[in-house]
């Protein structure tokens, strides 16, 4: 075989996985991260799309002769790695909106950081539980079950087959509705013990007015809730391994959906 005829061979099936593999790079928990500079996110994409190449040569792919068609194509491609992304992230950040829930209730709302991840301002307590669940996010192999569904999807939905259809966007609304109800019952201890230190607080200035307890109410509360928080971090921790071990049975309920469109 000449080596035009291979290039004309193995291109459209590298650029179809090149599509996908960009798709799950940008929106995967700590592969997309915003720390990691672009040039290797995009190493990263093209060796996956080329490791991967090799199982699609042989099924004839071609691409849209036509600017729009040839779009609309990558784009599809493209939706399938951003879809299983978006699935990962949304079990990942169920510890973080916790965080960031009990420390708006702690009164640590206000004072915010940087964080080299999303390159947006969060409180100390939200960069902490970050850092755990990126931590138990590879320990329990997240980022293996990702992968592994990447290479799946290659059987489940393979290139240039993928339509438009609803049930995708609704499973996707369905996963980020309970890892909100999961991050809301994950901040319920901190929020619940603050609460019931300020009601205390209340009550201790009602019975001695004098005792000037402003100065000490906010020592107060970051304390309780910083001990409660990091009592619950081991609870955290399980919860969201667990959600990691459940991400390739949702991976198989999206590809399921993705076969006959998105």
Not at 91 to 104: C, K, M, N, S, Y
Not at 141 to 155: E, I, M, Q
Not at 162 to 186: I, K, P, S, T
Request: with cysteine; aromatic share 4%.
């Amino acid at each position: 075989m000449t080596p035009d005829a291979t290039l004309a061979r193995w291109a459209p099936a590298f650029l179809l996985l090149l599509a996908r593999c960009g798709g799950i790079v940008a929106f995967t928990p700590v592969l997309g991260t915003r720390s990691l500079p672009p040039p290797a996110k995009a190493g990263l994409a093209a060796t996956l799309a080329l490791l991967l190449t090799p199982l699609a040569v042989g099924r004839g792919l071609v691409l849209p002769a036509d600017g729009p068609g040839l779009a609309a194509t990558l784009a599809g491609e493209l939706a399938i790695g951003a879809v299983l992304g978006l699935a990962a992230r949304f079990t990942f950040a169920a510890i973080g909106v916790a965080g960031e829930l009990a420390g708006v209730q702690m009164g640590l709302g206000l004072p915010a950081a940087l964080d080299p991840h999303s390159q947006i301002q969060v409180s100390a307590v939200n960069h902490i539980a970050d850092q755990v669940a990126i931590m138990v996010f590879l320990a329990a192999g997240g980022h293996h079950a990702v992968l592994a569904a990447l290479a799946h999807s290659l059987a489940a939905v393979p290139p240039l087959s993928v339509g438009v259809r609803g049930d995708v966007v609704g499973y996707l609304a369905g996963l980020f509705g309970a890892a909100l109800q999961l991050a809301v019952r994950m901040a319920a201890p901190a929020t619940v013990a603050t609460l019931a230190a300020m009601t205390a607080l209340g009550l201790l200035n009602r019975i001695a007015p004098n005792l000037n307890l402003f100065m000490v109410s906010f020592p107060i509360l970051v304390g309780v809730g910083l001990l409660v928080l990091l009592a619950a971090l081991p609870v955290y921790g399980m919860v969201l391994a667990e959600g990691v071990r459940d991400l390739p049975g949702i991976f198989e309920q999206l590809l399921a959906r993705m076969r006959h469109g998105l």
